[in-house]
């Protein structure tokens, strides 16, 4: 029986889980190969071991199309299952999952000092995906086969690697035919305020008012002082915690939910306890420990602390410090409550806090604020300079408002297509799971739509 490994990481700012179900029996082995470090001077040689998975069991060989599964801000487990899966067997496809540098095993140095961490950028990563397909076409596909030219290079990514799939396409439309962004951030925002308003909406007004409630008593609790500080942080499990760091978990427990279509743990314990008129910050509590931490957020509440994000070894089972060094660097995407009371984070997430803890882990010479206008302004954020990439989003995913939704953004002749998936629990990168029966009809329709238009692009 095949088993599927589904990432769950806990990275603060919760971008990074994986919602692409990764196939773990009967696969082979991972392979890697030798990738620039520095693609932009000629004169450092150096390189380091980038791992990828190969699936050619359903690949028409020589000349069917190759799906290039992006690593996200994560280790890639093995390769990429779910709707990849569906593709490369209606379209008699190869699938090859790259993992992305400085995450999982592809580790440029044997440190992750903020000096090594330099050559770690959008621009780098999108040569990687184009380095890496110039070398696989020649050496396993043209040398093996006698052929010449290029077969049909699919991109695929979802979040993050949706971003980069959309931005690879965009300057190597000479290697790449198109590309599926799943929830693809293709805008950075430093001051997210418009994640935390979704989320409350995703949430729903029950819900997100009893959470609300419980937000307003932890920050009275804190309010009151050490003793009482360490004794509501000691209930979550987060005595190790300074305010800010508590503070942010606490957000990321109650908004994780809508962002990956599961509601129902939270919402359900909070609105049965406030029915029974039990305590509603123990029915809370209990979610967390619970809940949260085992399905979310394994490594605990340590995983937010400035001493663990410091470490320098590269750490396997985890990216925190990496993906924070992009935030820190590139795109922001910080959370912070957004005005009035429809915020179910608390106030006293600030974006002065934020710089303060870029400043913490990564020394205090890190430069502030992060690049995300150059960054927008160098791959058009909202309207990118693209052809033939599908853009998907999820109606519950808070994620969606640093992404690409109006489906006039395009002119017809750029053949874009974006989709804004509805229904109940349709959260991040949703289309890029297993076909279920119970998936909302959207997202069936959507799937259908995304392989139809596909296959047209891999025929012309």
Not at 8 to 22: G, Q, V
Not at 358 to 387: D, Q
Request: a negative charge; charged letters at 20%.
């Amino acid at each position: 029986m095949r088993a599927v490994i589904f990432v769950a990481l806990c990275l603060p700012l919760l971008l990074a889980l994986d919602r692409i179900p990764f196939q773990e029996e009967g696969i082979d082995d991972p392979k890697y190969w030798n990738q620039k470090l520095d693609h932009f001077n000629p004169a450092d040689t150096r390189t380091f071991a980038q791992k990828y998975y190969v699936d050619d069991i359903s690949w028409r060989k020589p000349d069917g199309p190759i799906f290039l599964y992006i690593g996200g801000e994560s280790p890639l487990p093995g390769r990429a299952g779910g709707f990849i899966n569906t593709l490369v067997q209606r379209h008699s496809g190869m699938a090859i999952s790259l993992e992305h540098r400085y995450y999982g095993e592809s580790q440029p140095f044997s440190k992750l000092t903020t000096k090594n961490l330099q050559f770690l950028s959008v621009e780098q990563a999108l040569e990687d995906l184009a380095h890496f397909a110039k070398w696989y076409q020649k050496v396993h596909i043209n040398q093996r086969y006698g052929t010449q030219g290029f077969n049909k290079w699919i991109l695929v990514g979802g979040s993050y690697a949706g971003m980069l799939s959309c931005e690879a396409r965009q300057i190597h439309q000479d290697i790449f035919a198109a590309a599926l962004s799943s929830s693809g951030v293709v805008q950075a925002v430093i001051d997210f305020t418009d994640c935390d308003r979704q989320a409350a909406i995703g949430l729903g007004e029950e819900c997100s008012k009893l959470a609300r409630e419980c937000v307003w008593e932890m920050d009275r609790q804190l309010a009151r002082g050490p003793e009482a500080g360490h004794k509501i942080k000691a209930s979550f499990n987060a005595s190790v915690l300074n305010d800010f760091d508590f503070r942010c978990l606490i957000a990321d427990a109650i908004t994780i939910g809508p962002q990956y279509s599961n509601r129902e743990p939270l919402c359900d314990a909070l609105i049965e306890a406030n029915n029974e008129g039990s305590d509603l910050m123990a029915a809370f509590q209990d979610f967390v420990n619970g809940y949260f931490y085992p399905r979310y957020c394994q490594g605990g509440a340590k995983t937010y602390m400035d001493e663990y994000l410091e470490r320098v070894e590269p750490a396997g089972e985890l990216g925190s410090r990496v993906w924070w060094y992009q935030l820190c660097t590139q795109f922001g995407f910080f959370q912070t409550a957004p005005k009035g009371r429809v915020s179910v984070r608390s106030p006293g997430v600030t974006l002065g806090l934020f710089q303060q803890k870029c400043k913490n882990i990564f020394g205090a010479s890190m430069a502030w604020p992060p690049k995300a206008r150059e960054f927008n302004k160098r791959y058009g954020a909202l309207h990118p300079n693209v052809t033939r990439v599908i853009f998907t989003q999820g109606s519950q995913d808070p994620w969606q408002w640093a992404g690409i939704r109006n489906p006039e953004t395009f002119s017809p002749s750029t053949e874009n297509h974006v989709f804004v998936m509805t229904g109940p629990n349709v959260g991040h990168c949703v289309d890029l799971g297993y076909d279920m029966f119970w998936d909302p009809p959207d997202v069936q329709r959507t799937r259908e739509q995304i392989s139809e238009l596909l296959g047209k692009w891999i025929q012309h």
